[in-house]
């Protein structure tokens, strides 16, 4: 299958090398507005712009051992790693793991690792839509420190136990926090539906408080309609809670739609800083998504907001066009 991956035989293990290059362009009838500031990915509006490149190398078979080696550029970068050195700002993934156990399956994962919180990711052609979604661009996408996995033999359940050393961030500031730690397991009671518990405690001993955080959501799959609630409550010194439904419908392998309606509240602004205060927000999208060719999606979704004049500068037209154009291999 061209492009789908490049190899590298070694005796034991084989290597695959994959990315994904994602453009798009956004539109607002409101000429004024250029930007989105409560997003990460997307985020910029007439205009367009890169939002990911990425280059993995994996091995594909593990055995005892796996890694994963992925650099990436793009405005999703610039803005998710903002407070990074430069030479960080370009690391996506970056971890080590050993298997513990020939029986089990038991790992020990050192490095800079996907995150374990939320259902959304940051690569588009893994989501619904071709924006994200709030609560996903405001909880990690990444995280660095120790991970411990295990998952059962019929796969109903895993389980995970880490030790981080932050929210989001590749640096560890000695002087500023105390390791933070999380879970998250998942677990299978019938075939065609998912149940996910995520949590994230930390303390932050310069300024004496601590941040509690847990996700939860549930993913029903039939046969062609996929359906995921949720639910993220956080603490730190006030209450951050956010809640969301997804659901996509696959018509073909090249055809499908997708729909979103979410409420995110954070009215002490501890998690969106950079907007007026009483940050609450109610916001719709309805989405279309096309496989051009093999390895080409295009994906268009039109995004309604509704929510205090003073959060969005663009409160006159609240409706946004969000398209993606997505070449992966």
């Excluded at 490095?111 to 609560?135: M, Q």
């Excluded at 518990?197 to 062609?224: A, C, D, P, W």
């Excluded at 950079?274 to 979704?301: C, I, P, R």
């Amino acid at each position: 299958m061209f492009f789908s991956s490049i190899f590298c035989q070694t005796n034991r293990n084989v290597f695959q090398i994959n990315g994904d290059i994602e453009l798009f362009y956004n539109f607002n009838s409101d000429k004024k507005v250029t930007k989105i500031p409560f997003l990460v990915s997307y985020n910029s509006i007439h205009s367009l712009q890169i939002n990911l490149i990425r280059f993995s190398i994996t091995n594909s078979k593990p055995s005892n051992y796996r890694f994963v080696t992925s650099f990436m550029s793009g405005t999703y970068a610039y803005e998710n790693l903002y407070n990074e050195m430069d030479l960080l700002k370009y690391i996506d993934r970056l971890y080590v793991g050993f298997k513990l156990s020939e029986e089990k399956n038991s790992w020990i994962d050192v490095g800079v690792l996907p995150s374990h919180i939320g259902y959304e990711a940051n690569y588009g052609k893994d989501n619904f839509l071709a924006s994200r979604s709030i609560t996903a661009d405001n909880t990690p996408y990444f995280e660095t420190g120790i991970r411990y996995s295990y998952s059962s033999e019929n796969n109903k359940f895993s389980f995970n136990l880490n030790i981080l050393n932050g929210w989001q961030n590749i640096t560890y500031q000695i002087y500023e926090q105390f390791p933070a730690f999380g879970h998250q397991i998942t677990f299978k009671p019938h075939l065609n539906l998912t149940l996910n518990s995520s949590s994230y405690v930390s303390y932050i001993k310069n300024f004496g408080y601590s941040r509690l955080f847990h996700n939860f959501f549930m993913e029903l799959n039939l046969k062609k309609l996929k359906i995921v609630s949720g639910l993220d409550l956080g603490y730190q010194k006030n209450i951050w809670w956010s809640t969301y439904l997804l659901a996509q419908c696959v018509f073909n392998s090249s055809l499908s739609v997708a729909f979103r309606a979410e409420r995110y509240s954070d009215t002490h602004n501890i998690i969106i800083t950079n907007t007026s205060k009483n940050f609450d927000t109610f916001n719709t999208s309805l989405g279309l998504n096309y496989a051009l060719a093999q390895h080409f999606v295009l994906k268009s979704e039109c995004r309604y907001f509704i929510a205090n004049k003073d959060i969005f500068n663009f409160h006159a037209s609240p409706l946004t066009f969000f398209n993606t154009f997505i070449f992966y291999f």
